[in-house]
């Protein structure tokens, strides 16, 4: 069974920063990926940013230059630290995890933390 427990959400003035951890713990295996999606009230869950095994990263087109994602693999911890923050950002943002099975692949979720940023 795998655990995705996630923090560092909270409230934060336009303008300002936050960083979000994610630790995945239980049996892993191999990770294909890690990352963060985000979603807003009436809206669709939108993908942020991920980092994947080969140590490369995407990003959203709104929020390059802002947020930046990395890893912890000794910790399987994922972070992304979010700077310049806009009230669009608030959401709650989901990690995930993107494992390797035998024969598939299995993407497990954290729970959600709240990030509001006001005007």
């Known amino acids: 069974q795998v655990q995705l427990v996630e923090s560092g959400g909270g409230l934060v003035q336009a303008g300002g920063s936050l960083r979000l951890s994610c630790a995945a713990s239980?049996?892993?295996?191999?990770?294909?990926?890690m990352g963060w999606y985000r979603q807003a009230p009436g809206k669709e869950r939108e993908l942020v940013a991920t980092?994947?095994?080969?140590?490369?990263?995407n990003y959203a087109d709104s929020v390059k230059g802002r947020f930046t994602i990395s890893r912890d693999n000794a910790k399987n911890t994922v972070y992304l630290q979010m700077n310049s923050l806009k009230p669009e950002d608030t959401a709650v943002y989901y990690c995930?995890?993107?494992?390797?099975?035998?024969?598939?692949?299995?993407?497990?979720w954290g729970q959600g933390t709240q990030v509001t940023v006001s005007s």
């Open positions: 980092s994947t095994s080969g140590d490369s990263t």
């Open positions: 995930y995890l993107d494992v390797r099975r035998l024969l598939s692949r299995v993407k497990y």
């Open positions: 239980g049996s892993i295996g191999s990770i294909n990926s």
